[in-house]
């Protein structure tokens, strides 16, 4: 009873850390169709970032604030400059966004040097909880708390403002959106940079749980990418369903089916892919 | 079109040739395999580190001759390794090469080596194989066999630390693999029963779940982590309160200096065995340390003092020698007589296998002077490879790995 | 006869690194062209095809150990060896032809990806057939018709002489009714379906052969580093040898070539003069998207025209 109560919470932490992740992924891919293979690098950057402002002495939420708006920042600059000119170039984008990954990984290693470092939890996070006669730590149940406070801030801001009513038109019809008006350009940046940000934000949640190394950006990358495909491309119910069913699925599966931890992500994708190729949760065309 | 690109193309290359052997006495020319990018970075600098500091020790000279290294960048790829080894021997004609880092790609340019008769010397590499069942005559290490320096460890665990029931976690991987079983043999070979092995892949994000299945009643757990993962694993075993109940045992790199340096209270108390520690309390280990800390800015650990514990056998050799190094058989000889009498790691001489007999310490992670570090608790001296295991029956068996020695007493 | 020349100085070009003093070099121009082979298979994917796989090197990979484990595990002949591996690999392509083609765009890369961590996850966790991530290795290089490759020199000969086989017949089929087929149903599939193409059949056969290929290169990889380990079926792998296509210009010949010879020169040779050589390969491919978006040797000949049109004026 124990176990399936632990792993159920510590499925639910990981599906958490995984919104964080792709969520920003998700919406720049659903509205601008836009694979951008940098987002773990920005999660990354992020928590370097962050890590940064917290060994400067500022406190844990500043360094949130800090690494998300760094990488908004980054992430609005690089779509103006580079990415703008390359809508519909999927080749290109795919060069320029892995060869920016690239220059941030490196760049980082120069920065911070390679050693692995922890980010410190916020003093009223630490410690654990006391649960059915077991432990869990109490950051990880404010990792789940965030992320579901981040979707339901999302959903508001696309379901509820203007500009989320601009952004789910650009999703549905693109052309469309445009012939009524709608400042595309400018609108594309402002995701771009909302994404970003969320990448941003994410690593450094993330940070006390996963540390920042370098090479946390390829191991994150392909995760976003599961959640992404999973999840069905600018749904935000998608994402949320599809990092909390990661989640749970990589728990449990490498839990009761250790010898196939290796692969329990992919075989269910593939048959997931084969099944439904535009994604479980995606709504109907 | 083509001709002309023909011609520059020639050029080019021709002129990128390489520098020719130089008139008058050559320096010793020394390939130096390291990764300077990705995860492996930082084992990579702190190589560099060791390396770099020795030779700047002895003025940058070594039994009477100029050395000049070569450094490298293998990108942590087996088929990369292999090129730079190439152009180490081909383009820059070095005359030893001290490297590479991981076994993976000490294996990948084995059989390079042995056709090209380069000797190597390894700082850092520890894959079983290498100097057992698969030995290769160009090879010499200076650092221990993965399973060496667990082997005294389960023995200690099971009769100085009386550990009956363990479960052990480790990356899933064959440093991983090697050390564990080296661990798990002898502990049982005393009274103990391994009751848990638990594997995690090497790049997961996150143990919560694995941490989670630790069977709570077990005396302690071995886990056996490389890289940045013994940092990730201890501070969450903390996380999940199991810090003063369940003792954690370490192998070498769980709390290497390299990591330990950033961790925390998590760490205190973890029990390890190594051949090193910077904690190691001779007159040549702490003027060692005072070096590091002085040039670096951080205790030496596993990389860093096995690249100069390399750098070190290449002075011995070189002076047995007389500093020709152009005799390579000689060469190779002289390094594969090595004999440390005392040095930073007290005694090390090598075996018939070109694996060193070396000191394993005991050490338990304490806080002093207000940074954590190894404190050595036990020394055993003299141990080989092969523990107290007769060598041809050692041998004999399959190399260790994930199923062997084959767990008996696991429980569901 | 006009065609002859241009050929003749391909080829002239291609056997000049025999002419360099240093070994070292004739290995890199070994490995250059290797992984030109492998570039040109997943060109004809990505390129011809327009499906953007980050999975092929499932392929290479499969037939790297499978060359390998069948001599020194098995006890197979080399030729046999060489010959199961080129064919299994590729019915394993037919097979996961299958399960990708079920889906288009970032589904279809998504199916490509999975499968190559699938395997990568197997060649890791079977030790007993793949020597884990300690890999194989004890495999000496075959000497066909009694030629031995141990030598840098003889072992080019060969890679070259592959080389050409393999460019001489993916540029037939790029030139071929199959070909135009392929081009057409990447840019207008619904139309291409309207006239009478069965767009699906076109896309497997285009995967299948881009396998097949893949697995040519796989073995000529096999036989260079003599050693094999999972890393070769990483993403990282897969990821390379998709941004050489499109840096080289994905959907022409030379692309892949020049694709390949950045990489492989960076990696390699640049490396030795520049530490922060990966950053510095980020910047080509930045550099290369903002100056040349179609690829280096679109940007190049573009160029070229250009300065003769400027010339001419």
């Known amino acids: 009873m124990r176990f399936w109560l632990v792993q159920s919470l510590n499925g639910l932490a990981l599906g958490g850390l995984l919104f964080l992740l792709s969520s920003g992924f998700s919406l720049i891919f659903g509205l601008m169709r836009v694979a951008n293979l940098t987002h773990g690098a920005y999660f990354m950057l992020g928590a370097y970032v962050g890590l940064s402002v917290l060994n400067a002495g500022y406190g844990f939420w500043v360094a949130v604030a800090a690494g998300a708006a760094a990488i908004a920042l980054l992430g609005g600059v690089l779509e103006r400059v580079l990415l703008r000119k390359l809508s519909g170039r999927t080749l290109s984008q795919v060069l320029v966004t892995l060869g920016i990954a690239f220059i941030i990984s490196d760049a980082s290693l120069l920065v911070w040097s390679g050693d692995p470092m922890p980010l410190p939890m916020p003093p009223s996070l630490t410690g654990a909880v006391a649960i059915f006669g077991g432990y869990f730590p109490r950051y990880r149940l404010a990792v789940v708390g965030i992320s579901l406070l981040v979707a339901v801030l999302l959903w508001l801001l696309l379901e509820r403002t203007r500009v989320g009513a601009m952004i789910r038109a650009g999703v549905d019809d693109m052309e469309m959106a445009r012939a009524l008006g709608i400042p595309v350009p400018r609108l594309f940046t402002a995701v771009f940079c909302l994404g970003a940000a969320l990448a941003g934000m994410g690593g450094v949640l993330g940070g006390p749980i996963l540390s920042v190394y370098p090479g946390l950006d390829m191991d994150m990358l392909p995760l976003a990418l599961i959640v992404l495909i999973l999840g069905g491309a600018g749904s935000l119910p998608g994402a949320l369903l599809g990092s909390f069913f990661i989640g749970f699925l990589y728990t449990f599966g490498q839990a009761l089916l250790p010898d196939l931890a290796y692969v329990i992500l992919f075989l269910p994708m593939v048959a997931a892919i084969a099944l439904r190729p535009k994604g479980l949760f995606a709504r109907a065309a | ?412 | 006869m006009r065609r002859a020349l241009p050929a003749a100085a391909a080829i002239a070009l291609l056997l000049s690194p025999l002419l360099l003093p240093s070994e070292f070099y004739v290995n890199i121009a070994a490995q250059v062209l290797i992984a030109a082979i492998f570039a040109l298979s997943l060109n004809l994917l990505v390129g011809y095809g327009g499906l953007i796989s980050l999975g092929h090197a499932a392929y290479l990979g499969t037939a790297a150990y499978l060359t390998i484990g069948l001599v020194t595990r098995a006890g197979f002949g080399q030729l046999p060896a060489a010959l199961c591996a080129v064919g299994l690999a590729t019915a394993m392509a037919a097979v996961f032809g299958l399960l990708a083609l079920r889906a288009t765009g970032l589904g279809f890369l998504m199916i490509t990806l999975a499968l190559g961590q699938i395997l990568w996850g197997l060649a890791y966790r079977w030790v007993a057939l793949t020597g884990g991530d300690n890999g194989l290795s004890g495999f000496t290089r075959p000497a066909p018709l009694g030629l031995a490759l141990t030598s840098p020199r003889a072992f080019y000969l060969f890679v070259v002489a592959v080389f050409a086989c393999a460019f001489v017949l993916l540029a037939l089929l790029a030139r071929s009714p199959f070909g135009a087929g392929l081009r057409g149903v990447r840019d207008q599939p619904r139309r291409m379906q309207a006239l009478g193409w069965n767009t699906w059949l076109i896309r497997y056969a285009a995967f299948v052969i881009a396998g097949f290929w893949g697995a040519v290169a796989g073995v000529l990889f096999a036989y260079y580093n003599q050693f094999i380990s999972p890393h070769v079926l990483g993403l990282t792998s897969s990821a390379e040898v998709l941004l050489m296509v499109i840096a080289g210009g994905a959907g022409t010949l030379l692309g892949p070539l020049a694709g390949a010879a950045v990489v492989v020169l960076l990696k390699n040779v640049a490396s030795a003069y520049v530490t922060r050589w990966v950053m510095l390969l980020g910047i080509v491919f930045v550099a290369i998207v903002v100056f040349m978006p179609e690829g280096l040797v679109p940007g190049l000949s573009r160029l070229r025209r250009r300065r003769r049109a400027a010339g001419a004026a």
């Not at chain 2, 299945?213 to 982590?225: E, H, N, T």
């Not at chain 2, 056998?313 to 007589?337: H, I, P, T, W, Y």
């Not at chain 2, 806080?367 to 570090?373: A, E, F, M, P, T």
């Not at chain 2, 295991?389 to 007493?409: G, I, M, N, T, W």
């Open chain 2, 1 to 412: 079109m083509p001709m002309r690109a023909a011609l520059i193309l020639l050029a080019a290359l021709a002129l990128a040739s390489g520098p020719g052997s130089a008139a008058g006495k050559d320096p010793v020319r020394v390939g130096f395999l390291t990764v300077n990018s990705g995860a492996l970075a930082a084992g990579g600098r702190q190589m560099h580190e060791g390396l770099t500091l020795y030779l700047k020790q002895h003025g940058n000279k070594l039994a009477g001759r100029d050395i000049e290294v070569i450094t490298l960048d293998t990108a942590g790829q087996p088929a990369t390794t292999r090129t730079r080894t190439q152009e180490a021997v081909e383009r820059y004609n070095v005359h030893v090469i001290i490297g590479p880092l991981a076994a993976f790609e000490a294996l990948a340019i084995n059989d390079y080596v042995r056709q090209a008769k380069v000797p190597v010397i390894s700082p850092s590499a520890a894959a079983e194989d290498l100097t057992q069942r698969n030995p290769n005559p160009w090879f010499v290490r200076a650092v221990g066999s993965s399973a060496q320096f667990n082997q005294p460890f389960g023995e200690y665990a099971a009769k100085t630390l009386k550990y009956k029931r363990i479960a052990t976690i480790g990356d899933d991987f064959a440093f991983g693999h090697e050390t564990t079983a080296g661990f798990q043999r002898t502990f049982e070979d005393n009274g103990g029963k391994v009751v848990q092995k638990l594997w995690s892949p090497l790049n997961v994000a996150d143990y919560g779940s694995y941490i989670a299945q630790i069977k709570p009643d077990v005396d302690a757990v071995y886990a056996s982590f490389a890289g940045a993962n013994g940092l990730r694993f201890l501070r969450q075993y903390a996380e999940y309160g199991l810090k003063g109940k369940v003792p954690v045992l370490g192998n070498m790199t769980t709390v290497d200096e390299g990591i330990l340096k950033n961790m925390g209270d998590e760490a205190v108390g973890v029990v390890s065995s190594g051949w090193y520690s910077a904690a190691i309390d001779n007159p040549d280990n702490r003027k060692f340390v005072e070096a590091v800390r002085a040039a670096y800015g951080a205790d030496p650990g596993y990389y860093t003092a096995g690249a100069y514990t390399a750098a070190m056998f290449l002075d011995l050799a070189l002076q047995k020698v007389k500093g020709k190094v152009e005799d390579k058989e000689a060469f190779m000889k002289a390094l594969r007589s090595v004999h440390v009498e005392n040095g930073f790691r007290g005694p090390i001489r090598i075996d018939e296998y070109g694996n060193p007999v070396l000191n394993v310490y005991i050490r338990k992670v304490e806080r002093k002077d207000g940074r954590l570090q190894n404190t050595v608790i036990q020394t055993v001296p003299d141990v080989s490879q092969f523990w107290k295991y007769q060598p041809k029956e050692f041998l004999a068996q399959p190399v260790y790995s994930r199923d062997f020695p084959p767990a008996k007493h696991l429980e569901p």
